[in-house]
């Protein structure tokens, strides 16, 4: 069985955190005309962005999804805990759907593939729609048992995916207690939460969606894959890597996804460093042999 139904807390949950960042967005504009950015704000923001979007690039997808390398127990638990202040779910659930979206990529079964509708222009754009965000809305949860048992069986697992519900609440709400404390005033704090909480998590948020619904349509394909996964270059920083899609695909256990030259992968450089110091091993690190066998075939220039 594939999947089992979402409860309705859940749902609750999903729509409270799509739609308040969204309305905060909107109300970017406005709010920034009036106040404007403190520098305080944009280094809560650049913080908050890096230790969460980390924790969903390297920790959730490279580490926990896909075994790329191995991390000793303190980091492995704090890699889990900066995922889920990224507000993108619990790990394991967050893994059962990935493990399911690679055995299903593009095919039925997958939770959010944007080819589900056909290949028509108006086909495809339901398709991203649903890919980006509306997958979320069906009440279905990837089963855990099928998909994650090595994570669901896993304690250290178990107690940081109880924790979520109040690891969000850190995650949002620190920036205003530090905006607050700093400032010595109430706007100081909102401003803080705005920006170092709410809009932050909401880039980061559709950034991570976006590899789901535009890098399985618009893009390069370099490599063979059984799937439409594309690179797709504009997003490679803020998605801190994840964006070389296609890349990745074709090697889904590597532990870098920018393989080609120039392609940025932030997330490879952080395991890098990890693996300096220690704290990760058995990094599986992309081989020359491996990515030439999986190079689509290019015609000799004429």
Aim: glycine residues 10%; proline residues 5%.
């Amino acid at each position: 069985m594939n999947t089992v139904r979402q409860t309705r807390a859940g749902a609750i949950a999903i729509w409270i955190f799509v739609l308040t960042p969204f309305l905060g967005l909107l109300a970017a504009g406005p709010i920034a005309w009036g106040w404007g950015l403190t520098t305080l704000d944009v280094i809560m923001f650049v913080i908050g962005y890096a230790v969460t979007g980390f924790g969903v690039t390297a920790g959730y997808h490279r580490y926990l999804t896909h075994g790329s390398f191995k991390a000793n127990r303190s980091l492995r638990i704090a890699l889990a805990v900066a995922g889920s202040m990224a507000v993108e779910g619990s790990p394991i659930q967050w893994v059962a759907n990935h493990r399911r979206h690679h055995a299903y990529s593009d095919r039925d079964g997958d939770p959010h593939s944007p080819w589900r509708y056909g290949t028509s222009v108006l086909a495809v754009l339901k398709g991203l729609c649903f890919a980006h965000i509306g997958w979320m809305f069906r009440g279905e949860l990837s089963n855990r048992a099928r998909f994650a048992p090595d994570l669901a069986g896993d304690r250290d697992m178990q107690v940081v995916d109880k924790l979520t519900g109040p690891l969000v609440a850190v995650s949002l709400l620190t920036p205003a207690l530090i905006g607050g404390l700093v400032t010595g005033t109430w706007a100081g704090a909102l401003s803080g939460f705005f920006w170092a909480g709410l809009v932050r998590m909401a880039i980061l948020h559709h950034v991570t969606w976006s590899v789901n619904s535009i890098c399985h349509v618009v893009g390069e394909r370099p490599f063979v894959t059984k799937d439409k996964a594309t690179n797709f270059w504009p997003l490679a920083i803020l998605s801190l890597g994840e964006s070389w899609h296609n890349s990745h695909h074709a090697d889904p256990t590597g532990a870098r996804h920018g393989v080609l030259r120039g392609q940025i992968d932030p997330s490879a450089r952080l395991i890098w460093i990890f693996e300096k110091f220690g704290w990760v091993r058995d990094v599986r690190w992309p081989k020359p042999e491996r990515l030439t066998a999986k190079r689509v075939a290019t015609s000799p220039a004429s």
